[in-house]
């Protein structure tokens, strides 16, 4: 296995002091991952919840026995300079500094070398062949010249002692590494085999509390995947805090807590979360639950609860695409709630154009993801475009990961379906789409 190189980076889509959004995620997958493979070295990055707030067990381990690292300083983010102080309080060298754009570092590390990589317009990372090899050569230096000071803390204070981080703990921390990706093998088999399959991996993992952190949140949302809602609930009280604190954690135990209709309890987290921080996801699983509470007036014939629900629910979407307009999940939602509104909200017609830019900006990206060709679906049906709506269908189709997927877009387009035919309007080509996709998620 080659050597680890531990990625310290802000994470998704961030804005920077200007206003300019750029995609670190992008900057990790055409940048930084393809120049440490190019070094001969493995990248090992943190999940994104998994890394702010608290810095847990296998964190400090990252940091202290990664042989290499990278650190991305755009933006000065917080969480980056705590770690890449605890990183240069232990480790003398083999850390590689980036920073996009022109350097704005604080007085303490702008005196430090560091790569800097320009961005598209777009927020991206420009493809410059160029750039990624420059970074690849500076980590073969840290390879071959270490042990070459690059930390501060080493250059300046003289006769510093340098930790012992034994080559034997790196090699047991390489080992727990690849069992990690071992285990979560596991789980991804155990998806394919259904709910108990997965809670007798999770009985395998004994104290929950004590397990590795990456392979219980995969399990968490494997249960997901197969509808497991009950058991995510359940794993979830088993969790170490910090991990089920984390903002992924709290999202999905919201989202399956409202599948479970203890939607009240669902909301409560939501909104606590909101008031830490605010995100497309948190808005869009807001808007949820007051689209489910919307649906269950509705049938009850509480006319006007239903009313005030819908309202509700369209502007948790609205608040959540506009908290990040890239993200088109929260908008098409909104837009659909607009349409099936009695009368239709006007405010779909300016709308629709900006969330259809925003999801195909993603499929323009190579995003190879269902939601982005269900996006694409439902607004061709709202425009009432038979082509668009077919080959939005087939491209969205092979990419199905769990069967609820389809059954959300499904519902969706069933109450298109409904709010179209009290108006009189029959569209017989769109019954047969939700048809497809209501039959996929039944498997």
Excluded at 171 to 189: H, M, V
């Amino acid at each position: 296995m080659p050597p680890l190189c531990f990625v310290l980076m802000p994470f998704s889509t961030k804005k920077d002091a200007s206003g300019r959004s750029i995609e670190f995620d992008a900057v990790y997958r055409d940048l930084i991952e393809p120049a440490i493979r190019q070094a001969g070295l493995q990248a090992l990055r943190a999940d994104e919840e998994l890394s702010g707030g608290i810095i847990h067990k296998s964190m400090f381990e990252r940091l202290i026995l990664c042989e290499y690292a990278v650190a991305d300083l755009t933006m000065a983010n917080a969480n980056v300079f705590y770690e890449l102080g605890v990183r240069h309080a232990v480790r003398p060298w083999s850390t590689v500094l980036i920073q996009a754009g022109e350097p704005h570092l604080p007085f303490d590390v702008n005196l430090l070398r560091t790569l800097v990589y320009p961005l598209t317009d777009e927020g991206r990372p420009k493809d410059d062949p160029a750039i990624r090899a420059n970074l690849a050569e500076r980590l073969r230096f840290a390879i071959d010249q270490s042990p070459l000071n690059d930390s501060p803390i080493f250059q300046l204070i003289e006769g510093m002692p340098t930790p012992d981080v034994a080559h034997l703990k790196t090699d047991a921390f390489q080992e727990q590494f690849r069992a990690s990706a071992a285990e979560q093998e596991k789980i991804a088999a155990a998806r394919e085999l259904g709910r108990e399959a997965l809670k007798a991996f999770e009985a395998g993992l004994g104290d929950i509390a004590r397990a590795d952190t990456a392979v219980v949140v995969d399990l968490f949302l494997s249960y997901r995947g197969v509808k497991a809602y009950q058991e995510m609930v359940d794993l979830a009280d088993k969790m170490a805090r910090p991990v089920a604190e984390t903002v992924v954690v709290r999202e999905q135990l919201a989202f399956a807590l409202n599948r479970l209709k203890e939607r009240d309890r669902a909301e409560k987290i939501l909104l606590g979360l909101i008031e830490r921080t605010s995100s497309s996801e948190t808005y869009g699983l807001l808007g949820r639950i007051y689209k489910d509470r919307w649906e269950e007036a509705r049938a009850q014939g509480s006319t006007i609860e239903a009313r005030g629900q819908l309202k509700r629910a369209v502007n948790a979407y609205l608040k959540g695409f506009e908290t990040d307009w890239r993200d088109a999940y929260p908008g098409v939602n909104a837009v659909t709630l607009m349409e099936i509104a009695e009368p239709p909200d006007e405010r779909r017609k300016e709308l629709i154009p900006v969330v259809a830019y925003a999801a195909e900006r993603r499929i323009a990206a190579g995003k190879m993801d269902y939601w982005d060709y269900a996006t694409r679906l439902e607004l061709a049906i709202l425009a009432k475009d038979r082509a668009k709506a077919e080959e939005a269908l087939e491209s969205a189709l092979p990419l199905i990961r769990a069967s609820w997927e389809p059954e959300t877009t499904a519902r969706n387009l069933r109450l298109i379906r409904e709010a179209r035919a009290k108006r009189g309007e029959i569209i017989d080509w769109a019954d047969e789409i939700e048809h497809d996709l209501s039959r996929r998620g039944s498997n």
